[in-house]
């Protein structure tokens, strides 16, 4: 029997049927919507912690000034000033560092005009853009001679911008940093939040020798509060942290058996943790939504339906065998009846995940991202689950022999 005629039937069997049809598909489409969303929310999780890892850099260490105990209180990490600009210039003289930028964090009011804005100020160096991995917008960035000569000139963030210039550009334009005028060279391309959720266009950059003479100050001639190091490869990242353990023990003169007075801290393993927790969260969330399309499965096979469609068209399948209908059409026409349905309910589940998925972005304020691929495999898990579970009522109505189907009340 041809494939045509055999659609046609079906599809007017399943007609006659409308509310126990409807049923039928209603689980297939609430499966197939909530594997689509779900996987969407994970994959929104999934690109915001990739563009953070990005915005920050790659192979990152933090190297922390150390702690002290003054009176019996013990002050926390990074408040004694134990690091120096000449320890960061050591440092990227070790084989298994790539670069490393010494800063001098602190807060100021930044004015122009009738406007200003509270906002971090980082000193730093001109290697602090490749480090971060961060771009200019507009502008130039500041130089080595800006270094010498601690030059009172900035670049200031898309946040800081926003508040103090709006559509106005600033570079040229000079803003006052404390009580200081400061030349804006140039403006800092869009970073976003980062993995702990500030935001990183909120800040203003300007050389680390302005920040130690003119700005902020420093305790000890040439201390900074921190500094990021970035090994030459994500392969010597151990040996990059060991490297500079000992290097900073020898510059900083300590005994064997004294505690370190600085702390190294390794930012991609932060990141990586942070990122495998993501994934880990998209295939519970992928997971969970799969048992949708496993109980729409079985409400394809529930003896309430289609199975009870067999039972109600016995006497119709005695009077098809009888007029010389083989079993294998019967069984083809009740698979082409569970695939209908399967198709069918999977393609208002599409309909129904990318628009709760659009919901919840709207709603929740989250990131989510709707991938072909979760739209690819939910549908050929859906169409594969309907003729899996379609099997056994097909395979069932296929065996019943024409004089008892024709008995049958």
Excluded at 67 to 78: E, F, H, M
Excluded at 108 to 124: D, E, I, R, S
Excluded at 292 to 319: A, K, P
Aim: positive net charge; hydrophobic residues 50%; proline residues 3%.
């Amino acid at each position: 029997m041809k494939i045509g005629p055999l659609l046609s039937e079906a599809w007017q069997a399943m007609g006659a049927n409308r509310l126990r049809t409807f049923l039928t598909m209603l689980g297939m489409m609430i499966g197939v919507g909530a594997v689509i969303m779900m996987l969407a929310v994970g994959q929104g999780a999934r690109d915001l912690v990739d563009r953070s890892i990005v915005s920050m850099g790659r192979n990152l260490f933090v190297v922390l000034a150390g702690s002290a105990t003054a009176s019996g209180v013990r002050l926390g990490t990074g408040n004694v000033p134990t690091l120096t600009l000449g320890d960061a210039e050591a440092l990227e003289q070790v084989p298994t560092v790539g670069a490393v930028v010494p800063i001098l964090p602190g807060t100021a009011q930044v004015v122009y005009g009738a406007n200003n804005w509270g906002t971090n100020v980082l000193g730093t160096t001109p290697r602090f853009l490749d480090v971060r991995n961060w771009r200019l917008s507009a502008g130039l960035p500041f130089n080595d001679s800006d270094m010498r000569s601690a030059t009172q000139v900035a670049l200031l963030g898309q946040t800081v911008v926003k508040n103090l210039f709006g559509d106005e550009d600033p570079v040229g334009k000079t803003v006052r940093i404390g009580k200081s005028p400061y030349v804006v060279m140039g403006t800092l391309a869009a970073k976003g939040q980062s993995l702990d959720g500030r935001d990183q266009d909120d800040a203003v950059l300007i050389p680390v020798t302005t920040a130690q003479r003119k700005l902020f100050g420093s305790q000890f001639q040439g201390s900074v509060r921190f500094m990021i190091a970035q090994a030459a490869s994500a392969e010597a990242m151990p040996a990059a942290e060991r490297d500079m353990t000992q290097l900073l023990r020898q510059r900083h003169r300590l005994a064997d058996g004294v505690d370190n007075d600085f702390s190294i801290r390794n930012l991609t393993a932060l990141v990586n943790t942070a990122a495998e927790t993501t994934r880990t969260m998209s295939l519970m969330l992928g997971a969970i939504a799969s048992i949708s399309l496993l109980v729409g499965g079985i409400g394809i096979m529930n003896i309430n339906i289609m199975l009870v469609s067999v039972t109600e068209r016995t006497q119709e399948i005695g009077i098809r065998c009888a007029t010389g209908a083989r079993a294998r059409d019967i069984r083809l026409q009740f698979l082409l009846e569970a695939l209908i349905l399967s198709v069918v309910g999977c393609l208002v589940g599409v309909f129904l995940g990318v628009g709760g998925g659009l919901l919840v972005s709207l709603v929740a304020r989250m990131a989510v991202v709707v991938t072909l691929s979760s739209v690819v495999v939910a549908s050929l898990v859906a169409a594969g689950v309907g003729i899996f579970f379609g099997l056994y009522p097909a395979n069932k109505a296929a065996r019943l022999k024409p004089m008892d189907a024709l008995r049958y009340q």
